[in-house]
């Protein structure tokens, strides 16, 4: 059936797809909403498509892909390495820990500028959010490659 490990593994990257799909989906509905008229019927379509993808897909996968990576980070320290807790000060863990303080900081960002939004005090351009939409896949090539190459070892 499995080891917890591949348990743990296997939940943790379906979280991340999820969290994945709406960080790189929200920019891209800021982009859209950006196009409609304060105040109308599609503004509030947007309002609410906004609030629905933070609050019930990004948040909660954001949540369990985190506390799943932080236990096998755990489980790796404890049951899997022989050096203990000593392979979080490797180049590459270093590299996916960066990326995970990113993705952090960039989901914070999206929430926040979702309040704008709702505010009707949006600041920024069309132009900010169709170039910054494909940060989030950046940064998960980034990790991903030094995940699976533990680049540095």
């Not at 799909?21 to 950006?34: D, E, W």
């Not at 989901?107 to 709702?118: P, W």
């Amino acid at each position: 059936m499995g080891s917890a490990y591949d348990w743990l593994r296997g939940l943790h990257i379906i979280f991340v797809i999820a969290w994945m799909a709406g960080l790189m989906m929200l920019p891209r509905i800021y982009v859209y909403h950006m196009q409609t008229e304060p105040g109308s019927k599609m503004d509030q379509v947007f309002k609410d498509a906004e609030r629905r993808l933070l609050r019930i897909v990004m948040t909660p996968s954001m949540i369990g892909a985190f506390l799943l990576g932080c236990t096998l980070i755990w489980y790796n320290a404890t049951y899997v390495r022989g050096d203990g807790w000593r392979f979080l000060l490797e180049p590459w863990m270093v590299v996916k820990l960066a990326g995970v303080v990113f993705l952090l900081y960039w989901h914070g960002f999206l929430a926040a500028a979702r309040k704008t939004f709702e505010a009707g005090a949006n600041t920024r351009t069309e132009k900010f959010w169709r170039m910054t939409n494909e940060l989030p896949f950046l940064a998960a090539i980034v990790m991903v490659l030094a995940v699976t190459t533990e680049f540095g070892r």
